[in-house]
């Protein structure tokens, strides 16, 4: 068992488990906690994380095979998938493969969002491109069901500042890219929209920033 990633409220590790290639992620104890409300939280939290896997899923959206779920352990047993990760292979990419891939991430977006998702943490770091060339998303710990307009911009602004902080060069060709995959599944009028509410959003940030 390998302990790939530490964070503040899982742990990822890699193991083999039945012959399988699997991923563990495990919502670790908090001391700072009252026992019976920690327990709560991370059985919540991981069981509203691996329902809405399962409806991005549902919606068109590649995820991680979920193998398992344990609420006692809360710990959620899932595929490895083997690839890279988007912000690794970004700059490795021509520009038209590059722009493709980020219209395809953007449709994805588009799915999630259409069926009342939202991701919570879009990064190019939470992206997976298979060896076989399928886009997986990943980590939706910090996901939840909503509609609103200015959820949706949140999520678009971080994908945004995802590029800008580890992609600069390239950055605003390849949101243009991904504002126009995720047109082609929320419609024009709604992408504008959202478009919109994130660039407000990112005013709004500045502003605090500057004071």
Request: one cysteine or more; charged letters at 30%.
């Amino acid at each position: 068992m390998v302990l790939l990633r530490k964070g503040a409220e899982a742990e990822l590790y890699q193991e083999s488990w039945y012959g399988l290639n699997i991923i563990r992620k495990v919502r670790t104890v908090k001391a700072y906690r009252h026992p019976k409300l920690d327990l709560e939280l991370r059985q919540s939290r991981t069981g509203r994380e691996a329902q809405i896997m399962h409806e991005a899923k549902g919606s068109g959206v590649p995820i991680p095979l979920i193998f398992r779920v344990d609420m006692n352990s809360t710990t959620i047993t899932m595929q490895y998938v083997e690839g890279s990760r988007v912000k690794d292979l970004l700059h490795s990419l021509s520009s038209k493969k590059r722009l493709r891939l980020c219209s395809q991430i953007g449709q994805l977006i588009g799915r999630l969002h259409r069926n009342r998702i939202i991701h919570g943490d879009l990064t190019t770091s939470n992206m997976i491109l298979s060896e076989t060339g399928k886009l997986f998303f990943i980590d939706f710990g910090l996901s939840e069901h909503s509609e609103e307009l200015e959820k949706r911009g949140v999520d678009l602004l971080l994908m945004k500042r995802a590029f800008y902080s580890t992609h600069y060069s390239f950055a605003l060709e390849c949101f243009k890219a991904v504002t126009e995959g995720y047109a082609t599944e929320m419609g024009e009028e709604t992408c504008k929209n959202v478009v919109e509410r994130v660039n407000k959003i990112a005013k709004r940030g500045r502003y605090v920033s500057k004071r």
